[in-house]
């Protein structure tokens, strides 16, 4: 993306390149929504899309939904506590604290599956952009560009951003990030 602003809604989470440096990442689904493709041709763009996929692996949908229910019952038995405590007794504060401390793990553990599903879809997003031999921050195609002796890492044109292109094929054969 020679212009344009690399944190521009095409681009999604935050992914360090081969040398370190913390970058921003295109997303090639929303670009292909977008019918974006004046930096990834139209073809390319749609196999992207289709080995990416669009939403959460299943076990993360379903474990993100028993902790919803579980985070739904756990109000509803909340505030019928504090309903009797209200109406039935003296309205304690301890109940008001006590009910604040059975929600904090529900929502600490929604927040967690959250946080680590988003970490690992950007690291495939990332393989999968680097299996195709495009750079994941700006889209600069990689072929039949030099490796660095140095480190091995192909640096794009582009963006300055360094890749490791043959570990990021045998990163996303083994199936992790």
């Not at 992914?15 to 139209?42: E, F, S």
């Not at 109000?75 to 604040?100: C, K």
């Not at 495939?124 to 495009?134: A, E, P, V």
Request: net charge positive; aromatic share 8%; charged share 20%.
């Amino acid at each position: 993306m020679a212009e344009g602003n690399p944190s521009s809604s095409p681009h999604r989470g935050r992914i360090q390149d081969a040398r370190g440096r913390k970058v921003t990442q295109i997303d090639p689904v929303t670009m292909r929504l977008l019918r974006q493709h004046d930096v990834i041709p139209a073809e390319t763009l749609r196999k992207l899309a289709e080995e990416i996929g669009v939403g959460w692996p299943w076990l993360v949908r379903v474990t993100f939904f028993v902790m919803l229910v579980f985070l739904i019952v756990l109000l509803l038995a909340i505030v019928t506590r504090l309903v009797r405590s209200v109406f039935l007794g003296s309205p304690q504060f301890g109940a008001f604290t006590e009910a604040l401390l059975y929600l904090v793990p529900p929502l600490a553990g929604l927040f967690s599956i959250w946080f680590v599903s988003a970490r690992v879809r950007f690291k495939r997003i990332r393989n999968i952009i680097l299996k195709h031999l495009r750079c994941p921050h700006c889209g600069y195609d990689l072929r039949m560009l030099p490796t660095d002796p140095a480190d091995g890492a192909t640096v794009c044109p582009e963006c300055g951003c360094a890749w490791r292109l043959g570990q990021a094929e045998t990163a996303g054969d083994r199936g992790d990030g």
